[in-house]
């Protein structure tokens, strides 16, 4: 199975400083195979027939605590819930000059529709959308500093998620296919 693990926070304002190509070297000697590390925020795409999903988090996070001594929250999707995540973005969707676009993944006890309650949506200013382990996020940039999904920051559920813009999402599930087309 082809999956990607997103971690939280690193690379951030100098705190929690990952070096992705050292985290890949370490990850290839707990026998992950096939792995691809995208963009400096947090995304290894790897294959893997012998864990569960529970048991990857458990070694990711062991493996960044031990390469590099401190605690990274680490979430797991694989092939088949990027697909759901990145087809159901709108295709106008983009984060660009004109528009900011985030997927915020779910961690599994905040990963029901009810979320959307927790959340300040101005329907007349963002677009918001639940999918099974992400909810989806639009605005106009013009709009940005408007939006009740800006004030998530700090909250307790805002601990529960990690957060990508649209061009990521959609490149990792890119990356996590060309992976399965040339593996299997």
Known sequence: MIYVAL??????GGNT?????????A?????????KTYINSGN????????????????????IRTEFGFEVKVLIRDINAMKTVAEALPASWR??????????FLWDDVDHEDV????IIKPEIDSVLYVPGAVLFAVDRQNVTKSGLVK????????KMTARNCNTTRKLFEIMSSIEEITI
Request: charged letters at 25%; proline letters at 2%.
């Open 17 to 25: 400083k990952v070096s992705m190509s050292q985290l890949k070297t």
């Open 116 to 119: 959307l309650k927790q959340l």
């Open 95 to 104: 984060n660009d000059s004109t528009m900011k676009c985030d997927v915020m």
């Open 44 to 63: 290894i795409i790897f294959r893997d027939n012998s864990h569960t999903s529970n048991e990857l988090v458990d070694l990711v996070e062991r493996t």
């Open 152 to 159: 998530i920051v700090g909250t307790p559920l805002y601990k």
């Open 27 to 35: 990850l290839e000697q707990t026998g992950l195979r096939a792995i």
């Open 7 to 12: 971690l939280r926070g690193i690379n951030v």
